[in-house]
């Protein structure tokens, strides 16, 4: 399909609402790229694929309170509109929705009161340190696929609970949203693409690669043989600790793909490695999928 030729900048929901409404009569596909903006080479990964499959794409920016914890990166988290719109324009998407707080949350925030709950899904990995992230990130995307009405939406691969909880989510509540998951964008050293990654000191910014290569250390335990998953875990751990100093690790953890449980014992079905480092205060997170295809591994 063809990339659109000018970007719409809407904020209001109404206006949001007429735009699509005139591609919906016309029958065009709509195509949904959620962000939190100050987007990168990742999220232009998103809206291309989302070009390519869909004739008209919204890329939305709302930096969503209801997911931060109250002494994470609100207030600090990088904004750059003019940046974005022109990433999101010269990726193709057709309309840049921007909604305030007070167009997500009418009541503010503290006063919503009915919730998308993840319930198990979100108990593990990130959510065990982040309890209630999840919940503001399924109801706020739950949120955006109601006015957007998409037939597809598209999410990162390197926020892999992310895009599993959403999965389940469209599922589960029966949205007519197909979630398709784009393979993770990296820097040239391995180190997976996040508008955190500003956040860095250059000495951080060097050991921060070692999330990746404990994941390519996964790998080739894996290919060799190795299926014992708290081995395999305290190897990455140790790895971290080696090349990372400055690293804080929150969690090493390989988990079923499709509960999120952890795997206590051998990994003798596919499984998610997942991992989140502190840097300072700054959180970064990384995964790696293992498919196990009659007893051969296979890696995405």
């Known amino acids: 399909m063809a990339p659109t030729t000018s970007l719409r900048l809407i904020s209001d929901r ?9 591609a919906r009569a016309a029958e065009r596909a709509v195509g949904l790229v959620p962000t939190l903006g100050y987007l990168h080479a990742g999220h232009a990964a998103l809206i291309r694929q989302a070009r390519a499959e869909n004739d008209v794409v919204v890329a939305s920016i709302f930096v969503n309170p209801t997911q931060f914890g ?13 940046r974005d719109r022109a990433l999101a324009g010269a990726e193709g998407a057709a309309i840049l929705f921007v909604p305030s707080v007070e ?12 919730w ?18 999840f919940r503001g990130v399924a109801t706020v995307v739950a949120k955006l696929f109601n006015m957007v009405s998409p037939d597809r939406a598209y999410f990162g691969a390197k926020d892999a609970q992310q895009a599993i909880i959403i999965r389940r989510m469209a599922g589960d509540l029966a949205f007519p949203v197909e979630v398709q998951v784009v393979p993770t964008v990296r820097e040239p050293d391995g180190l997976a693409l996040s508008s955190r990654n500003v956040y860095l ?22 290919l060799a043989g190795e299926r014992g998953a708290l081995d ?40 998610l490695i997942a991992l989140a480092v502190y840097f300072g205060s700054t959180r970064l997170i990384d995964n790696m999928r293992v498919v196990l295809e009659h007893g051969r591994p296979r890696f995405l």
């Open 103 to 114: 167009t997500m949350y009418p009541e503010g925030p503290e006063n919503q009161r009915v």
């Open 14 to 22: 109404d206006e949001l609402s007429r735009e699509l409404r005139a």
């Open 232 to 271: 395999i875990e305290a190897r990455m751990r140790r790895e971290i600790e080696r090349l990372a100093p400055l690293g804080r690790i929150d969690y090493v953890t390989i988990a079923d793909p499709d509960t999120l449980q952890p795997i206590a014992g051998l990994i003798e079905g596919d499984a």
């Open 70 to 82: 109250p002494t994470e990166d609100f207030e600090r988290y990088p904004r750059d509109l003019v």
């Open 116 to 133: 998308v709950d993840p319930g198990e899904l979100a108990r593990h990995l990130c959510g065990a340190s982040r309890p209630t992230h």
């Open 201 to 222: 000191s250059p000495a951080e910014r060097a050991q921060a690669t070692s999330l990746k290569q404990a994941l390519d250390l996964a790998r080739d335990r894996i």
